[in-house]
C-alpha cells in the first residue's frame, strides 16, 4: 500500500519553469519505479517521464530537453523539474507509483493529481 501525494501545480506563463513534487509514503520498499503523467482536457492520460529504482529515466518526446524527473530517496519523494513551458503542457499532472509484489507481478498507485497551466 502506497500514498502519493503531488504538489507544485500553478498557473505560470510561457516560458516558465515550475517543479513539481510527489511524497510516497507506505510500502516504499516495494516501489522499483516512479513517474509523472498529465492529462489535458479532452485527450488521454500520457507519460510524460518515469525514473527507476536504479536510476533509469526515461521521457516524452514532447518534454525531452525540457523536463528532468529527478528523486530524493531519503524523503521518499521525486520530482519533475519543468522548464521552457509551453501552453501545450497545460494538464493535470499524476505521480504514478509501480511497486513489485512478487517476481514478474507489478502494481500501481496513482496520487490526485496537480494542476498546471501554462497562459501564452
Known amino acids: 500500500q502506497v500514498q502519493l501525494v503531488e504538489s507544485g501545480g500553478d498557473l505560470v506563463q510561457a516560458g516558465g519553469s515550475l517543479r513539481l513534487d510527489c511524497a510516497a509514503s507506505?510500502?516504499?520498499?516495494?516501489?522499483?519505479?516512479m513517474g509523472w503523467y498529465r492529462q489535458a482536457p479532452g485527450k488521454q492520460r500520457e507519460l510524460v517521464a518515469t525514473?527507476?529504482?536504479?536510476?533509469?529515466?526515461r521521457y516524452a518526446d514532447s518534454v525531452k530537453g525540457r523536463f528532468t524527473i529527478s528523486r530524493d530517496n531519503a524523503k521518499n519523494t521525486v520530482y519533475l523539474q519543468m522548464n521552457s513551458l509551453k501552453p501545450e503542457d497545460t494538464a493535470v499532472y499524476y505521480c504514478n507509483a509501480r511497486l513489485q509484489l512478487r517476481v514478474g507481478v507489478f502494481t500501481g498507485y496513482w496520487g490526485q493529481g496537480t494542476q498546471v497551466t501554462v497562459s501564452s
Open positions: 507506505g510500502s516504499t520498499f516495494s516501489i522499483n519505479a
Open positions: 525514473i527507476s529504482s536504479g536510476g533509469g529515466t
